[in-house]
């Protein structure tokens, strides 16, 4: 069985570049290795996310980041490394002008959005002083990046990548997992065979063709 570890900083070499090789369409990895590098250190950094990778000594074979409690990890990154990934893609979108333009026309509004409500959602009530009837928010986990080598696949390697990111969002208290996939692509299959439950299709946020989201409950799941 692939070996399954959590990534460290020395990792970083090898998770950019599989994320470049078997990612490259996503946006991110439009903006380059230098911003997938400190994108990728945020899951490392965060106690509200995984990164992890598979294989051996050197460079690994697969990885996965994801967020064990989505809400918090996004907490934790604006207030502790938001201005590092803003200069780190506004450098790279400067030198790609057509990047520039689909990040304002499709995701702009969207963070600034987030990021002007951040103060409203740190200061919000605890559930024990919700109002009485009113169920908690879902603790949500997301899957937000899985990749294995184009030698390595076929022999189980994202099936224990997910496995690993499944059993940490189950430990840290996670009520569901989500993710979100190319429509109409090999990943669903993978997905549907590991369990996960299909949801809608909606246009990618980059307005670069269909997603289909996928969650699964948790914590009434077998591991």
Known sequence: MTAVRPADLADLVGTVQLHGEQLPGGFFARLGPGF????HATFIASPHAVALVAGGEGVPVGFLVGT????SHYRFVVK????????RAGAAMLVRPALLWLFLRTRALRYVRWVLRYPLRSRRRPPADAAVGEPPAPMVAVLTHVAVSAAAQGNGTGRVLVAAFLDAARAAGADEARLVTAAGGPAERFYDRLGWIAGDVRAAAAGDGMVREYRLPLQDAAP
């Not at 997938?36 to 994108?39: E, H, I, N, P």
């Not at 064990?68 to 809400?71: A, K, P």
């Not at 502790?80 to 200069?87: E, K, S, Y």
């Open 68 to 71: 064990v409690d989505n809400r």
């Open 36 to 39: 997938l590098r400190s994108y």
């Open 80 to 87: 502790r490394l938001g201005p590092r990934l803003a200069l």
